[in-house]
Nanobody, 122 residues
Framework: QVQLVESGGGLVQPGGSLRLSCAAS????????MGWYRQAPGKQRELVAT???????NYADSVKGRFTISRDNAKNTVSLQMNNLKPEDTAVYYC????????????????WGQGTQVTVSS
């Protein structure tokens, strides 16, 4: 099993910044794609940004140029630096990892964090 612990959410004014972090722990062979998703009230969960083990990144169009995802493979963490935040960024942000549990098992598994609230409001 993999446990994900998120931190860094909160209340910020429009134009402000926040940094989210997610630490993975538990038993796994490798962490493949790590990423952040968000879900606003009344809306479906959507992709915000992902990063692969090879450091390729992917961003939702709505956050390109404002958000930066990064990972520390030595610490099994993934972070999301969010700048120039807008009210429409308000949502619960979820960390997600795709991993292999064992060298003997080629299947991959998805795990989710508990979510952290980000509120952008004046």
């Amino acid at each position: 099993q993999v446990q994900l612990v998120e931190s860094g959410g909160g209340l910020v004014q429009p134009g402000g910044s926040l940094r989210l972090s997610c630490a993975a722990s538990g038993s796994f062979f490798s962490l493949n794609v790590m990423g952040w998703y968000r879900q606003a009230p009344g809306k479906q969960r959507e992709l915000v940004a992902t990063t692969t083990s090879g450091d390729s990144t992917n961003y939702a169009d709505s956050v390109k140029g404002r958000f930066t995802i990064s990972r520390d493979n030595a610490k099994n963490t993934v972070s999301l630096q969010m700048n120039n935040l807008k009210p429409e960024d308000t949502a619960v942000y979820y960390c997600n990892v795709n991993c292999r549990r064992s060298i003997f098992d080629s299947r991959t598994y998805d795990y989710w964090g508990q979510g952290t609230q980000v509120t952008v409001s004046s």
